[in-house]
Antibody
Framework: EVQLVESGGGLIQPGGSLRLSCAASGFTFSIYNMNWVRQAPGKGLEWVSY????????YYADSVKGRFTISRDNAKNSLYLQMNSLRAEDTAVYYC????????????WGRGTLVTVSS | DIVMTQSPDSLAVSLGERATINCKSSQSVLYSSSNKNYLAWYQQKSGQPPKLLIYWASTRESGVPDRFSGSGSGTDFTLTISSLQAEDVAVYYC??????????FGQGTKLEIK
């Protein structure tokens, strides 16, 4: 089955760090560009970060630049998001999302992992 | 950044009736060399992740019912559900991918049954 499964979310204090993982299966992970997208409780979708197939191109939203780091391990079919200096406003469900093979839309999404930043 | 603005914020439509959601971008998302609009539509049901419905503004994703259609070009786009079914209750988002840094989404339109 083609799927993405996120993990690593939880409750963390402001200023803390957390590492999210996204495990890909059922498709050739290494040939797809990937993203993280988040959704605060009751809010809309916010793109967080993008990484190309070889990790040569990486982008971040201004809201997380300098605090979050995206990475991938193609040998392990995995995508990661290292989140440092977490703030209350980072509280959200974090989704990993695959970029389509022939376009730039997001054709496959995981179910998400909830990150709650609170003291 | 390209700002995406959807209208209305919420919509109530009777079963079997047509539902129309609009999306406007702050700048054109039509790539002239390919003549393609870099615009997608997603459906998000309660408690679920988003699901791709439409890309290139009007291309239906495999498996998406043909009651869903997308139209528009440049800066103005529309998602139409021709005959609303109960399972279509969801929040719908447009997204531009003309600029991939940042990708931007509309604020969402909540669709309910009247």
């Amino acid at each position: 089955e083609v799927q993405l499964v996120e993990s690593g979310g939880g409750l963390i204090q402001p200023g803390g760090s957390l590492r999210l993982s996204c495990a890909a299966s059922g498709f050739t992970f290494s040939i797809y560009n990937m993203n993280w997208v988040r959704q605060a409780p009751g809010k809309g979708l916010e793109w967080v970060s993008y990484i190309s197939t070889s990790s040569s191109t990486i982008y971040y939203a201004d809201s997380v630049k300098g605090r979050f780091t995206i990475s991938r391990d193609n040998a392990k079919n995995s995508l990661y998001l290292q989140m440092n200096s977490l703030r209350a406003e980072d509280t959200a469900v974090y989704y990993c999302a695959r970029v389509g093979a022939t376009s730039w839309h997001f054709d496959l999404w995981g179910r998400g992992t909830l990150v709650t930043v609170s003291s | 950044d390209i700002v995406m603005t959807q209208s209305p914020d919420s919509l109530a439509v009777s079963l079997g009736e047509r539902a129309t959601i609009n999306c406007k971008s702050s700048q054109s998302v039509l790539y002239s060399s390919s003549n393609k609009n870099y615009l997608a539509w997603y459906q998000q049901k309660s408690g679920q992740p988003p699901k791709l419905l439409i890309y290139w503004a009007s291309t239906r994703e495999s498996g998406v019912p043909d009651r869903f259609s997308g139209s528009g070009s440049g800066t103005d786009f529309t998602l139409t559900i021709s005959s609303l079914q109960a399972e279509d209750v969801a929040v719908y988002y447009c997204q531009q991918y003309y600029s991939t840094s940042p990708y931007t989404f509309g604020q969402g339109t909540k669709l309910e049954i009247k």
